[in-house]
């Protein structure tokens, strides 16, 4: 029998996650699967996306007044996840392969959207970082987490995936065209 190495995406594309051909990513595939996705594997209070993580990511960075790569990377920090799922942090720092592919199909999709060479990483890990503590606080209600004031007021509510698709598409070509 064949060994089958790719996946087949919504927009029809064969995409091999260990062999990423750059011409094959496609931001429709990212925000449709994204969109799609619930962070914290689904320990939330209600569903919130991936994706719409990833937009409030992007405004808190505009906010904080990082560059317009900044903003797109952090637009763009877990596009990986729409080709390999998520894994909670906790199980992730254990799998040292996941990461290398991971880190390596990210960087093939930020070169992709012409922002490789333009990123300040520590800026992106600390917006994360910032969410995610945010996140588990408002979104779970885990006691305790130290949250910092935040510049912009993160969007939480509840939204059907079509639209959240349809805003991080809009932000995607906003921040496509500022670069």
């Known amino acids: 029998m ?7 995406t919504y927009t029809g594309k064969q995409f091999s996650v260990f ?26 209070k209600h569903f919130y996306s991936v994706g719409q993580h990833c937009i409030n990511c992007a405004l808190l960075a505009k906010a904080r007044g990082y560059s ?17 799922s998520d894994v909670i942090r906790p199980i992730k720092k254990e799998l040292p392969l996941y990461q290398e ?10 070169q992709r959207y012409g922002i490789a060479e333009y990123i300040n990483h520590s800026q992106v890990k600390e917006i994360d970082d910032d969410l995610c503590n945010y996140d588990l606080k408002h979104l779970i209600g885990v006691k305790g987490i130290e949250t910092k004031e935040l510049e912009y007021e993160p ?21 496509n065209a500022s670069l």
Request: hydrophobic fraction near 45%; charged fraction near 20%; include cysteine.
């Open 2 to 8: 064949e060994k089958i190495d790719y996946m087949n």
């Open 68 to 84: 317009i790569p900044v903003q797109f990377a952090c637009l763009l920090h877990d596009a990986s996840e729409a080709y390999m």
């Open 19 to 44: 062999h990423p051909e750059i011409e094959r990513i496609d931001i429709c595939d990212i925000a449709h699967a994204l969109s799609l996705l619930c962070r914290g594997n689904g320990h939330v």
């Open 101 to 110: 592919i991971e880190e390596h199909l990210l960087e093939v999709i930020f």
């Open 155 to 175: 969007d939480l509510t509840c939204y059907a995936p079509n639209v959240i698709e349809e805003r991080y598409l809009a932000l995607f070509q906003q921040l």
